[in-house]
């Protein structure tokens, strides 16, 4: 069994602040009484400590922090050891202003929040150092620490000018001369030419933000700087002991860096996952539930193996429009939904509720109430005593044949352009568009980003590919030509890597070849408006018309067959425009849509097509409205199928076979009863 951390089991565990505590003895005791009833397995320690950890400059200060990982220790619960970066302490931000960020208006920063440091000062990365180094040198080869939590929800850019700096240098080494980088960037228009590396700037709401490939850079820049002081925070950490795996918790589907990149320097992925619980009167949570399993897939999909689910709350935040609480028994089904998707872990923010400050009346594991006769407290603790039972489950991998391919890049350039719709170009929606048939209907899928490997998939969906770069067209078309099934969308292969439109055909480099039609023009609508695609030609069982929105984009069939076309009611617009084609290519076969096409149409579609390749769901039956599937397989063959009803209501399932309920032992012949919100993990016989 290959587990994620040296701690071969599930983990359990939550966020601990007890330098909050230091002066309530009697708190931190208590503490590891009632992690023990709650099954809590390990904890994050060290996150925003800061100024507990090192009070004045130099003054090192780690005996309480050895004495709270021992103390757990002692009682078997093990330490995700935080750096403390996140928040700079305060007297560090007064000595040294030039670690203070300074925001896109060139304003800096007073003192004060968190995640708000500059990636690029020498000061603060000599800090971290010095900070890790001494962590690493006290517990970097403790017994209870079982992996490295670094920083906390990594974000942000800084503008100073010593980042302005940085940057040039990073464009010098991309471009070496600016008659490459004005060429990049396309420059004369508007005047922009550059004349001397010094007159650079990042973008600015008071400057520049019209050169499309500066704010592309800009944010690749971002990116890079992030990630060298990511490998600055690590470096001192793995001299030490270079065996405890090292993570970074994202944020979902949070743009302002490219995870993926972060991931190469990663050996652990995990993330917090705060989905809008309860936000309809019917209590139907399918639409709540899916885009987080979504992002359980991004984060499998990044290293190829599970991942672990650092944060959510066991209750409800404090952040939300309106915090409603996870009701009474939801506990259990968002974190085997999780499970289902790759987590091996179940950890939460947070485990005790501060007294004061801004997140005093975010849920916690403890509350103000401080007993454990509560429902969350109760919950949570079911949630552990079920994890302590899936060891076989720990590092099980999932069998996806599908993948649909999402880049970061593109999405920044397809959100960043001018037109064709200013209202929302709608890229992440229609990703999730096209992922939610597979995820309703228990189809594993992996989301990759274009520079993964996706010859050995089944089905490769590639939802509105704007930037596309030579190598990923042509490894698309390769693996078409060797009998792969492709669909492409609208308003894919428009431009560069420098988010320069292609000339002449699109999609460019070859994908309109491979989809057998020609681009001739988009029509972007107004929210309340849509067109029709008829459809002509069925491959497979599909309804007679399907609504579309958003984007509409005109195209030439040049060699594919027309499945289905535009029909207006408006005598101006010729009808019979194809609108969904299919293409051979080689011996594989691609799709184009050109509209941005209804739920259903998806729904139709993508099922039939996954059925017609031979993909196999989770669950070979018919799925009642708002019960979703999916499974994992561990190393020892045991296949785990995840069963959850998001709806409040009863449901059942037919089985395709008899299957055992792997918690109890239950032998379920024909028929699974759910309960309203219930779920269950069962297994073969
Ligand atoms: C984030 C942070 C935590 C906490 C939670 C609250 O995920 O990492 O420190 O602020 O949000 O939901
Ligand atoms: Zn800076």
Request: hydrophobic share 40%; aromatic share 12%; net charge negative.
């Amino acid at each position: 069994m290959q587990t994620l951390t040296p701690y071969p089991h599930l983990l359990h565990g939550c966020d601990y602040n007890p330098e909050q505590w230091l002066d309530s003895p009697e708190i931190l005791a208590q503490d590891i009484e009632y992690m023990k009833q709650a099954h809590i397995n390990c904890v994050s320690v060290g996150i925003f400590a800061w100024a507990a950890l090192e009070p004045h400059e130099g003054d090192y200060q780690l005996d309480w922090l050895a004495n709270i990982i021992n103390k757990l220790y002692a009682n078997g619960i093990y330490t995700v050891l935080a750096t403390p970066s996140g928040a700079k302490p305060v007297w560090m931000s007064h000595k040294y202003p030039e670690i203070r960020r300074v925001s896109a208006d060139r304003i800096r920063d007073l003192q004060g929040g968190r995640h708000n440091h500059c990636y690029t000062s020498p000061v603060y990365r000599e800090k971290v150092r010095a900070m890790n180094t001494k962590l690493a040198e006290r517990f970097g080869t403790h017994p209870a620490v079982i992996l490295w939590h670094i920083s906390n929800e990594i974000q942000g850019e800084c503008h100073c000018e010593l980042c302005q700096a940085a940057f040039r240098d990073w464009l010098k080494e991309r471009y070496g001369t600016l008659d490459a980088l004005n060429a990049a960037w396309w420059t004369a228009f508007w005047s922009h030419t550059y004349t001397e590396w010094e007159q650079i700037e990042s973008p600015s709401p008071r400057g520049e933000t019209n050169i499309h490939g500066l704010n592309l850079d800009w944010k690749r820049f971002c990116t890079a700087q992030t990630r060298s002081f990511f490998e600055n925070e690590i470096a001192p950490i793995k001299a030490v002991n270079p065996r405890i795996p090292v993570t970074m918790n994202l944020m979902g589907f949070y743009d302002g860096i490219n995870y993926w990149e972060m991931a190469k320097s990663c050996d652990v992925i995990s993330w917090d996952a705060y989905p809008t619980w309860h936000t309809n009167q019917d209590g139907d949570e399918t639409y709540n539930a899916f885009w987080a399993d979504a992002y359980s897939d991004i984060c499998r999909s990044m290293l190829g193996k599970p991942f672990l689910l650092m944060e959510n709350t066991p209750s409800q935040t404090n952040w939300h429009d309106v915090c409603r609480p996870k009701s009474w028994g939801f506990h259990r089904l968002s974190a085997i939904s999780m499970l289902a998707h790759g987590a091996d872990s179940i950890q939460y923010f947070q485990w005790r509720q501060s007294r004061g400050c801004s997140e005093k009346f975010h849920g916690a594991v403890m509350t103000h109430a401080n007993r454990t006769d509560t429902r969350v407290f109760q919950e949570v603790s079911g949630v552990g005593a079920m994890l302590e039972k899936l060891d076989a489950l720990a590092g099980a991998k999932t069998d996806a044949k599908i993948a649909i391919l999402y880049d970061i890049e593109s999405h920044w350039a397809v959100n960043d352009a001018k037109g064709p719709r200013n209202i929302g170009i709608g890229d992440n929606d229609l990703m999730l568009r096209m992922y939610l048939p597979f995820w309703k209907n228990g189809y594993a899928v992996d989301i990759l980003n274009p520079e993964q490997d996706f010859s050995g998939y089944h089905l490769l969906v590639i939802p509105m590919l704007y930037l596309l770069h030579p190598d990923t067209a042509k490894r698309i078309r390769d693996y078409a030509k060797q009998g792969g099934t492709v669909v492409l969308t609208m308003h894919t292969g428009v431009v560069d890597a420098h988010d320069l439109c292609y000339m002449g055909t699109t999609p460019a480099e070859g994908l309109a070849e491979l989809a057998g039609i020609r681009f001739l023009e988009i029509d972007p609508l107004y929210d309340k408006q849509y067109e029709t695609m008829r459809i002509v030609k069925a491959p497979f069982p599909l309804a007679e018309t399907y609504r579309l929105e958003r984007l509409c984009e005109r195209v030439a069939a040049e060699g594919a067959e027309v499945l289905g076309v535009y029909e207006h009611d408006n005598p101006c617009m010729p009808d019979g425009m194809p609108c969904l084609t299919r293409n051979s290519f080689g011996r594989g076969t691609a799709y184009y849509l050109g509209g941005f096409a209804e739920d259903s149409f998806f729904s139709d579609f993508l099922i039939s097509l996954a059925e017609k390749l031979g993909i196999e769901p989770a669950l070979d039956t018919t799925l009642p409205h708002g019960v979703v599937a999916a499974s994992r397989q561990a190393a020892d063959g045991t296949v785990f199928c995840f069963v959850m009803n998001w709806t409040r209501e009863a449901r059942s399932v037919n089985l395709p076979y008899p299957m055992k309920d792997y918690e109890t032992g239950k032998i379920y012949q024909a028929k699974l009863p759910l309960a309203p919100y219930g779920a269950k993990i069962l297994v073969r016989l």
